[in-house]
Structures are given as structure tokens and as C-alpha cells.
């Protein structure tokens, strides 16, 4: 065994070790490490942003989306110290005791809530996930073992010393947030490998790198952040409703995961509404691919950047200013298109129709469904959470925004007096 993999195998060693501190740290301790790290933070964001700007300069960046997400601004890395912060305001769920009952026999017995112990992510392009996953781990008592892409070695090594020496100077154990500096690709590899010290990986990256990694991991994976989002336009929305949260979903932030990927509009309203919306886009530069029908309505309107549509576009999360249109005879035509293309992310719903809002609400499978709302919305600390350490498609053991609870897992206590069982 080489040294870089002695290296892995330490480093894996001194996270479960870490593990089993944090798991019994008391809350107090906990939030007094993460408020210390959003000020850690922000007293060092010179140092951030020069390490963020080394890796925009690299030239690793392969298009202006994942640039995007590899940027951090100021703006971006004050709104990282406060989900910090904010993370720190949320009940601690270790020690949660909950479901107790009393047996016939007198036995009391409930669970009690333990952090998972190891948790391992590998991820792409985006720093800030450095910072959420670390403050995370930290609150709800896991010890971590982080790899980010070659792209941002330069951000998430500086995220990193700067947390490691934040929470070392409260007491907490150093080796609670550890990165793995090399970015070798081996060492993806390696590090599924690591069943024995990491309890459960996080993929965050493309369809296909997930695949690898679910395909690959020994231990359990919780996977997600990749899902086509999709908003239907009733034919009973409110018309300005509908064109601002439209707006929003696709063009506020167009490379991140809950961004607007496909339109689906309904027939009946689609000559008015499609045009206003066209126009609207037009305005940012956005491509629509477009339906037979979407395509002629919006044809004749000078200044549109339209293509047909294919068939894969359907499944494309788009992460740029492009978005695939469709128009739908009825809601049970869009609920079956959302269907078919299942992907299990986002779906949404502009309707004044109650009932119809109820039927999508039960009808639709998704990890996050809304009604009057934009996608953009899915997400951690929008949800209230603080923050994510992913938003997972699947449905066990987590689903949607993966914070603090769905970082936990529960024992069994079983509360006697003395019972025997006969």
C-alpha cells in the first residue's frame, strides 16, 4: 500500500475517532464552534475570495454554468456564514427521545435519536457545499470526510483550514471536517471503498458521476440534486402569477439543480400566455425548445431564440438559460407527461383551482411538489433547515433537502423494572 493511501486510511481512522466525540458534545458546545466558524469566516474573506479567484483563473471551468457555481462573491460567502449561523439556531436532534410507550408488562420503550457517525461526500464544482456539509455534520454530531473536484482544490482547502482551526479553538476535535487534498481520481475510487470508517456517502455532482458512485460505494449512498424540474401552467392561473414564478424558476439562478427545466402550459390559456412568457425570456436571451404547437404560437414573434424540441430534451436538466416548452390538452395530460419523465426532484403547479391543486399535490411524485410557488424554493435553508447536505431523489432514507434529522439515524431504549420474558 502506497503512502497516499496509508494517508486515506488515517485519515479515515481519525474521523471515526472524531465521531465518537462529537456524538456526545453538548448542544451549547456544538453552536459555539459553528458561530465561531461564520465569524472565522467572513475575519478571513480575503483569503477565501483570493483562493476562490485562483481556481476561476485555472481555466478548469468548462462553461459558464459551472462557473457559476464555482464562483464565490462576497454576497455569496456572507450568505454562507449566515446558514451557519442560522444552523446553529435549530434544535439539536442527538438525543431526541420519541415513540415511547408502556407495555402491558411495564416495559417503557421508545428511540432515541444518534448521529450516523461517518458521513463522506464527493462532490463538484460548488465550495459552499464545504461549509454546509461541515457545519451540518458538526450539529447533528458526524464527523466528515470531504472531496471536492480539481476545479475548486484552491476554495475548499482554504474552507477547510479555516473550519478545522475554527472549531479546534472551542475544543472540538480538528479531525471532525477532513479533506481529501489529493484530487487524483483514485481516490474516488478509494474512498467508496472506505466501509469500515465511512457510514454513509453523498454524491453531489452529474447523472453520471452519481450513477458511478451509487454503482460503486460499499457502504449506503444517499443520492440526488440531479432531476429535471418542471412547472404546468393551469389553464386557471393567475396570469401574473404564473409569468413572475416562471421568471424566477428559470432565470434567478439558472445553473443550480431546482431551476425550471421544462414548461408545460395548458391549451386553453397557451396563445396568451406563451407569448407574454416568450417575451419575458427574451429579455435574459433564453432558448426555448419548443412543441409543434408552442413553436407555431410562438414563431411569428420577432426576437425569440426558438428550436424544436427532442425527445431527450425532456430529460435535460438544463443548468443554463434554456427550457423545454410543451403544451398540454388537460392537467391530467401534464401529471402524465411529469410522470413518464420521472426524475423525482421538483414539480409545481400555477392554478386558482383548490381542487386541482389538491389532485396534483397527491398525484405527482417528487421529492418537493408545489402549487403558486417557484422551484427555486427547494431548498435547505429556504425550508427552514439551515441548510442541505443535498437534496435526494430517492425515497430512503432521506428525501428532499438532506439536514440535520435526515443525518441522524435512532436506537431502540427499553426502560424495566426488574420484567423477565416468559
Keep these: 500500500m502506497d503512502g497516499s493511501a496509508v494517508t486515506l486510511l488515517e485519515q479515515g481512522k481519525r474521523s471515526r475517532a472524531a465521531a465518537i466525540i462529537l456524538a456526545k458534545t453538548p448542544s451549547a458546545h456544538k453552536n459555539q464552534a459553528l458561530i465561531h466558524i461564520a465569524d472565522f469566516i ?117 474552507l477547510t483550514k479555516l473550519v478545522r482551526q475554527a472549531i479546534g479553538e472551542v475544543g472540538l476535535p480538528k479531525d471532525a471536517v477532513q479533506l481529501i487534498e489529493d484530487t487524483d481520481r483514485k481516490f474516488v475510487s478509494s474512498m467508496l471503498k472506505m466501509k469500515k470508517y465511512i457510514d454513509l456517502m453523498v454524491p453531489r455532482g452529474s447523472a453520471d458521476f452519481i450513477d458511478f458512485v451509487s454503482e460503486n460505494a460499499t457502504m449506503p449512498v444517499v443520492s440526488g440534486g440531479v432531476g429535471v424540474c418542471r412547472t404546468f401552467i393551469d389553464k386557471a392561473a393567475n396570469f401574473d402569477d404564473a409569468i413572475a414564478i416562471v421568471y424566477n424558476a428559470k432565470v434567478q439562478r439558472p445553473t443550480v439543480c431546482n431551476a425550471l427545466d421544462t414548461l408545460l402550459v395548458h391549451k386553453d390559456i397557451a396563445t396568451q400566455f406563451l407569448p407574454a412568457m416568450a417575451r419575458k425570456w427574451a429579455e435574459v436571451g433564453l432558448e426555448m425548445r419548443c412543441d409543434s404547437r408552442s413553436f407555431r404560437i410562438l414563431s411569428p414573434i420577432e426576437g425569440l431564440n426558438l428550436k424544436p424540441v427532442m425527445e431527450e430534451d425532456w430529460n435535460m436538466e438544463f443548468l443554463s438559460l434554456t427550457a423545454a416548452v410543451k403544451i398540454v390538452d388537460s392537467a391530467d395530460e401534464a401529471i402524465e407527461h411529469i410522470s413518464n419523465y420521472y426524475s423525482g426532484h421538483s414539480e409545481a403547479i400555477v392554478t386558482e383551482d383548490e381542487s386541482l391543486a389538491t389532485k396534483f399535490l397527491d398525484e405527482v411524485d417528487a421529492a418537493a411538489v408545489f402549487v403558486n410557488a417557484s422551484t427555486y424554493f427547494h431548498d435547505g435553508s429556504e425550508f427552514g433547515l439551515g441548510a442541505e447536505i443535498g437534496i435526494s431523489t430517492q425515497k430512503f432514507h432521506a428525501r428532499g433537502p438532506m439536514a440535520l434529522k435526515e443525518m441522524t439515524s435512532y436506537k431502540w431504549i427499553v426502560l424495566g423494572n426488574g420484567q423477565i420474558r416468559i
Design 42 to 158: 467572513l475575519d478571513h474573506k480575503n483569503e477565501v475570495l483570493d483562493a476562490n479567484a485562483r481556481d476561476i483563473n485555472s481555466g478548469n471551468g468548462v462553461n459558464d454554468a459551472f462557473m457559476d457555481r464555482l464562483a464565490i462573491t462576497p454576497e455569496r460567502l456572507l450568505k454562507m456564514a449566515d446558514d451557519v449561523r442560522n444552523i446553529a439556531k435549530l434544535d439539536d436532534p442527538v438525543g431526541e427521545v420519541f415513540d415511547m410507550n408502556t407495555r402491558p408488562n411495564g416495559l417503557t420503550i421508545g428511540k432515541k435519536r444518534v448521529p450516523l457517525g461517518v458521513i463522506g461526500s464527493i462532490y463538484e464544482s460548488r465550495p459552499n457545499v464545504t461549509l454546509d456539509i461541515s457545519s451540518l455534520c458538526l450539529k447533528s454530531g458526524n464527523a466528515c470526510i470531504l472531496r471536492g473536484g480539481s476545479e475548486a482544490i484552491n476554495s475548499n482547502s482554504v
